[in-house]
């Protein structure tokens, strides 16, 4: 079965400090996408970036950077000089298979990381 | 371009009410769409999903059920709501390779 686990349930930072976000997904398909979504206090949910399996180059947009780890199963997301305005809820998320006979591409959610950036 | 409506924002509901939360999607045709929750402090859980017109999948058992009565139309529903049913619940649709989230609803059963 697929699994996302974000083992940081809360943390707390002073503006300006570098954090990374933990992200371990488990699955048997071999094509897949994986997620990064940011839900501030209003509730909505925010797209961050969406990595291909196959895919394994890191990326970087702006302040926020992403490293992909096929090996060990690990997309974790790293926030340069925290501000703020980065405090929320950041998800991690995985989808089914969208290639072959599976057609639901059901999105399924890690438990979340609340993030404190205080000034 | 594709959007995807969700209403109410806001609901408080007293216990054993009838529920029902729409969401419409614009500018697709045979979206994928789905119906999550997030209890207070929790992660999201999938609640339902659709590949098609009249096709629900229920993925955990509980007081809720959903419909689909028009390709870009999803409705959730309850005869009689619970305590536990209070909760923050997103729609979204995807093309299967990216996913649209509706703005939730907050949801209080009083």
């Known amino acids: 079965a697929q699994k996302v686990t974000q083992a940081q349930t809360e943390i707390s930072v002073v503006e300006k400090e570098d954090v990374t976000l933990d992200c371990v997904y488990e699955?048997?398909?071999?094509?897949?996408?994986l997620f990064w979504y940011k839900q501030p206090p209003s509730g909505e949910l925010v797209f961050l970036i969406r990595?291909?399996?196959?895919?394994?180059q890191n990326e970087i947009s702006g302040r926020y950077s992403w490293n992909f780890q096929k090996s060990t199963s690990s997309f974790n997301f790293t926030i340069t000089a925290s501000q703020v305005v980065d405090s929320a809820v950041y998800f991690c998320a995985l989808s089914e298979s969208v290639s072959g006979s599976s057609n639901t591409g059901k999105l399924i959610f890690g438990q979340g990381t609340t993030l404190q950036v205080k000034p | 371009s594709q959007t995807i409506h969700q209403w109410p924002a806001t609901l408080v509901q007293p216990v054993g009410s009838p529920l029902s939360l729409e969401c419409t999607v614009e500018g697709t045709s045979n979206p994928n769409l789905y119906w999550y929750r997030q209890a207070a402090g929790r992660g999201l859980q999938l609640l339902f999903y659709s590949v098609g017109i009249g096709q629900i999948s229920s993925e955990v058992p509980q007081n809720l059920s959903a419909s689909r009565p028009q390709d870009r139309q999803f409705i959730l529903s309850s005869k009689k709501l619970l305590l536990s049913d209070s909760g923050f619940y997103l729609c979204a649709w995807s093309d299967r390779r990216s996913y649209t989230f509706g703005s939730g609803t907050r949801l209080t059963v009083v």
């Open positions: 699955t048997r398909d071999t094509t897949y996408y």
């Open positions: 990595r291909n399996s196959f895919d394994e």
